[in-house]
């Protein structure tokens, strides 16, 4: 990547960060819908999981890592943790003076556009649910909604050993979701970043009546439209740099990268997080 500051405002990179590794498949989705983009990921592998923390952790990890991603003279930030979307996003949005998408709206939105009956299902950490994250943002948008939320605290640890299919996550999928199975939900969102990994085992228990939506897709559109109006986006077409930095365990992230990645990842970048002050 060229010198950041050599480079113009919308040349410059989109920065995404994540509690951990998982918040690739928010990057999967940012490469595809904006092709020319340069993107900078960071994964909080050091303190991951945020799921059982408390907001004000949350928070303040969350401004470290913006700071981080302003160091490396980023133009926009998608938070693509859904806990961290839940409990920070407000908050970043105050303290700093750039375009910052969350994935929580966006996942919303493709909820309350595909169902037909009204009856959405939540699934994500338990901080993601009891945030009521989900429950406003669908709210706001149609206030008669009122999702079906569940916690499935074991779906982050089976996806990051691997196991996306086969009869544990099988098991580990009927357990969670089977009480999802009675309340006649049509729609349900995978509000958690390692969820779409596990699309499969969980669109083949739900059924064909069940759509799985993951915010991903349209949180990569609605960044798209907020560059396009603040003419940040990148035009000119070109292959894209890519950049991962992580807390710790780099050969983790790297081995992860290379599992769910379109392309293969030579190195993640290690980053001391909590040098940048809060
Ligand atoms: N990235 C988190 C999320 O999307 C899941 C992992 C964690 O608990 O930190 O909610």
Do not use: W
Not at 108 to 133: F, H, K, P
Not at 211 to 240: G, S, V
Not at 266 to 271: V, W
């Amino acid at each position: 990547m060229p010198s950041a500051e050599r480079l113009s405002a919308a040349d410059r990179p989109i920065g995404v960060f994540d509690s951990g590794v998982g918040g690739l498949t928010v990057m999967r989705a940012l490469m595809k819908t904006m092709p020319n983009e340069d993107i900078v990921y960071f994964g909080d592998t050091a303190r991951v999981p945020y799921g059982n923390k408390s907001k004000a952790t949350i928070v303040r990890f969350s401004r470290q890592i913006v700071n981080f991603l302003l160091s490396r003279s980023v133009k926009a930030i998608v938070v693509a943790c859904n806990t961290a979307s839940a409990y920070a996003l407000d908050e970043l949005r105050s303290a700093f003076d750039l375009p910052i998408e969350g994935v929580i709206l966006p996942g919303a939105e493709a909820a309350v556009e595909a169902t037909r009956n009204g009856r959405i299902g939540v699934i994500g950490t338990y901080a993601t649910v009891s945030s009521q994250a989900y429950d406003r943002a669908i709210r706001a948008l149609k206030p008669d909604l009122t999702p079906v939320k569940i916690a499935c605290p074991l779906f982050v640890p089976l996806v990051e050993e691997g196991f996306t299919a086969g009869e544990i996550t099988e098991r580990v999928v009927e357990h969670y979701l089977a009480p999802l199975k009675s309340e006649a939900i049509d729609t349900l969102v995978l509000g958690c970043t390692h969820y779409p990994l596990l699309k499969s085992a969980i669109a083949a228990y739900m059924g064909a009546g069940v759509l799985c939506i993951d915010p991903a897709k349209n949180t990569a559109e609605a960044l798209r439209a907020r560059l396009a109006a603040a003419r940040l986006l990148r035009e000119e077409a070109r292959a894209a740099c890519y950049s991962f930095a992580v807390s710790d365990a780099e050969e983790r992230m790297t081995a992860f990268a290379n599992r769910i990645m379109p392309f293969s990842i030579q190195a993640a970048e290690k980053i001391a997080i909590e040098n940048y002050e809060a």
